[in-house]
């Protein structure tokens, strides 16, 4: 999979890209991160990217000539995305959607905003990764890379991992524990050193439904409530179902 980043700081994102998942993934050949300087195609001493708003007011706005010129002469992989505030909210769903394709491109943003053409005529559609606003989208863009780039396969060693972990199935993940079995008084709960493979998925289960009423009342809702068997299995280990109803022993 390729992915092509343009922005006034690519040494920030190649930086990113190189080490750890990303860049072993780089180097295994599964992925390709490209950051591209919005400068790149500039022909004035100071390779000028912004200018003050037509209209007035604060801040300068990204120029459209630099950034069209940038994106064309690298024709990228397409959809190109910008990051904006204002973009569709990237979640893990999006980043299962971006990690199906052959590949993307996302460009980054600063100062006060790009320029209304950029947006209109060049992009292919808008991501924002909260509602913050942050300086640039460089982060964000860092962010996309990093959710999306352990989605492509292989890239992360146990597959398994990702088809169990938070946002899978609506739920939040169960909690984990390693050794030692007891630290500072806190014991590792018996089940988990039980051996037995299929209470533990029920615990586990169990514990993610009861994590995600706690947390994420909103998840739940989402997926529609709680189905006959969840609620069983949440009064099976005397956990609250969110229903307000005492739980069951
Ligand atoms: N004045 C703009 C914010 C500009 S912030 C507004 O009010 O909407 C400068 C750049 O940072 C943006 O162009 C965008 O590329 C990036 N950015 C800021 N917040 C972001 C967010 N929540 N998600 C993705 N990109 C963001």
Redo the contacts with the bound molecule.
């Keep these: 999979m390729r992915i092509d980043v343009f922005t006034i700081f690519p040494e920030l994102v190649s930086g990113f890209a190189a080490a750890s998942l990303l860049g072993k993934a780089q180097s295994r050949g599964l992925l390709d991160i490209r950051a591209h300087d919005l400068r790149a195609e500039t022909t004035d001493p100071h390779r000028t990217v912004d200018d003050s708003p037509f209209g007035g007011g604060a801040g300068m706005v990204l120029m459209p000539e630099p950034v069209f010129a940038a994106v064309e002469a690298v024709d990228p992989p397409r959809p190109l995305l910008?990051?904006?505030?204002?973009?569709r909210r990237f979640d893990q769903a999006m980043a299962h959607e971006l990690a199906a394709l052959d590949g993307f491109s996302l460009l980054?943003?600063?100062?006060?905003?790009?320029d209304h053409r950029i947006r209109e005529h060049l992009v292919d559609g808008e991501?924002?990764?909260?509602?913050?606003?942050?300086?640039?989208?460089e982060v964000?863009a860092m962010v996309i890379l990093e959710a999306v780039g352990r989605l492509v396969p292989e890239v992360m060693g146990n597959r398994a991992s990702v088809d169990e972990e938070s946002f899978a199935d609506g739920l939040l993940e169960y909690p984990h524990y390693t050794r030692p079995a007891e630290f500072r008084g806190w014991e590792v709960p018996d089940v988990l050193r039980s051996g037995d493979h299929g209470r533990v998925a029920r615990w586990r289960r169990a514990q993610s439904l009861a994590r995600t009423i706690r947390e994420r009342p909103d998840l739940i809702e989402a997926r529609g409530g709680l189905a006959d068997e969840e609620r069983e299995a949440l009064a099976e280990h005397g956990l609250d179902d969110g229903s307000g109803r005492p739980a069951l022993d």
């Design positions: 910008l990051l904006d505030p204002g973009g980054c943003g600063r100062y006060e905003n790009v991501v924002s990764i909260g509602d913050y606003v942050l300086s640039g989208g964000a």
